[in-house]
């Protein structure tokens, strides 16, 4: 009977035993599965944030990308903005020399409305009381019809008249040094003391123009129609001159 009891003990002490072995290794396995999970979570996290962050960059390359493209759009339209502007004001600036000129070509007194004083510095003195010479150095006349107009004493320095009808125009004593009157109708002007030094008088009709003290020093005078010697030995020329040589006129003694 008492071995009996050391054997119920004794299995009762390897019942706890194997018990309490099966609680300590199911103890292990669920801490190995914890931190099998944990590690598997840690696992996503990281993998999640690495995603996150790849995705937050795309966006900000989107963006970035978005706002350069912005911000070059923005450039672009300033500056067709300012060419716009600029050439809204050189279109104004354009039209208001245009109406300028148009307006002080509109007031040229005409050469029949003009009084008959007695001598031509009389006539000069009135119309100086009356306004200023003209002053438009530099002027495109190209085509113009100034004929029968008062231009005496006018600045008209590397004006263009190419093609222009100056027919009995009054050119006294105006500066036309430089000018362009290729192809003008000059006949019967008044170029008396005019300055038309380095002028282009190339295919200029001239008929029966007043060349009077005309400084015509090295003006072109190629191919000038209707020009006559006698027009010439009232006017100044020089050696610079451009004469053609077989037309007559070619020999004409310097003044």
Request: hydrophobic share 40%; proline share 2%.
């Amino acid at each position: 009977m008492y071995i009996w009891m050391i054997v119920l003990n004794i299995m009762v002490i390897v019942g706890i035993w194997m018990v309490v072995k099966i609680q300590q290794r199911t103890r292990e396995q669920l801490l190995v599965q914890l931190r099998a999970r944990d590690h598997a979570q840690e696992a996503r996290q990281q993998e999640w944030k690495a995603q996150q962050e790849k995705c937050l960059d795309q966006v900000e390359q989107r963006l970035m990308a978005q706002m350069h493209t912005l911000l070059e759009e923005v450039h672009t339209k300033e500056v067709q903005d300012s060419r716009r502007i600029d050439d809204l004001k050189r279109q104004y600036e354009a039209a208001v020399s245009q109406a300028h000129l148009e307006y002080a070509l509109a007031q040229l007194p005409r050469i029949e409305d003009m009084p008959l004083p007695a001598s031509t510095d009389a006539l000069q003195e009135g119309v100086e009381k009356k306004s200023q010479p003209l002053s438009l150095p530099g002027v495109d006349l190209s085509g113009r019809d100034l004929s029968h107009r008062y231009l005496s004493h006018a600045d008209l320095r590397n004006a263009r008249f190419t093609r222009a009808n100056l027919f009995m125009t009054a050119f006294s004593g105006a500066n036309l040094a430089g000018a362009d009157l290729s192809f003008s109708n000059l006949s019967a002007a008044n170029l008396a003391h005019a300055d038309l030094h380095d002028a282009n008088l190339e295919e200029a009709n001239l008929l029966v123009a007043d060349l009077n003290d005309a400084n015509l020093s090295g003006a072109n005078l190629h191919n000038t129609r209707s020009l006559t010697r006698e027009q010439l030995q009232t006017a100044i020329i020089d050696s610079d001159v451009q004469l053609n040589q077989n037309d007559g006129i070619g020999n004409v003694p310097l003044k």
